[in-house]
């Protein structure tokens, strides 16, 4: 039986290259304006994957890698939780 | 004109409610299952959106419930950052 308290958890950030554009963002900014809210100057998104299971780092980087961020446009981040 | 070093920061993160289905991190699951990643259990996902400007934190709960977050199947969490 499986033990998932051995489980490993890992965090993973992809957000967009500096200079890269960021479309979410910017209709979100637009739509906050329109519905009146004067004050936001800039969004930026970005998307968590949340990754659990037995998977060491240079796994977590592979995927990254392979298949959840596109490596022309976006940075990753990996923060290790468990 | 305009002080920028005056602007706050917020991160706000989408998630979604406990019991709903999140097709994104069930098809990021497989998909890592088919690249070979034998290991990975459970893919969870979440959406950050990185707000600056004059806002105050009473005005991003706001945002958050007209136009960031569904508030019928996601949470959102507000942080701080400047």
Redesign the interface.
């Known amino acids: 039986m499986e033990d998932?308290s051995e489980?490993e958890e890992w965090e993973v950030?992809i957000s967009y290259k500096p200079g890269v554009q960021d479309t979410e963002?910017e209709s979100?900014l637009k739509?906050?304006k329109v519905?009146g809210?004067k004050?936001?100057?800039?969004?930026?998104?970005?998307?968590?994957?949340?990754?659990?299971?037995?998977?060491r780092r240079a796994?977590i980087e592979?995927?990254c890698r392979?298949?959840?961020a596109n490596p022309v446009s976006q940075d990753y981040e990996i923060i290790r939780l468990r």
Chains 1, 2 share one sequence.
């Open positions: 998932k489980w950030r963002g979100t739509g906050l519905l809210f004050g936001v100057e800039m969004v930026n998104t970005a998307k968590v994957f949340r990754i659990r299971g037995e998977v796994e592979e995927m392979r298949l959840l």
